[in-house]
């Protein structure tokens, strides 16, 4: 079973940049599809970004040509690059790995987006 630990998130101003990390452990990392998901208060956890084994990669309507997902098998991680943050972008982020229908959720990670 695998087990990931986001880090990265924080509060930046309207414009600016993060960069998220997921470290997995426990499994090995590159059979597993990954994704990005995010939560706001009050709404529900809905898909940022996902790559899959085959690094095919799909984003959100809202983050396309903005946000960034790539994976690195060497270092088990997947990591989300995001550029010209907005305040609506304000959730907690959480890492997901997918694998023969189950699915493994970090602990997420706070990003806040200052207006």
């Known amino acids: 079973q695998v087990q990931l630990v986001e880090s990265g998130g924080g509060l930046v101003q309207a414009g600016g940049s993060l960069r998220l990390s997921c470290a997995t452990s426990?499994?090995?990392?590159?059979?597993?599809?990954m994704a990005w998901y995010r939560q706001a208060p009050g709404k529900q956890r809905d898909l940022v970004a996902a790559i899959t084994i085959g690094l095919s990669t799909n984003y959100a309507d809202s983050v396309k040509g903005r946000f960034t997902i790539s994976r690195d098998n060497a270092k088990n991680t997947v990591n989300l690059q995001m550029n010209s943050l907005k305040p609506e972008d304000t959730a907690v982020y959480y890492c997901?790995?997918?694998?023969?229908?189950?699915?493994?959720w970090g602990q997420g990670t706070q990003v806040t987006v200052s207006s």
């Open positions: 997901a790995a997918f694998r023969y229908g189950m699915t493994y």
């Open positions: 426990g499994s090995i990392f590159s059979i597993y599809n």
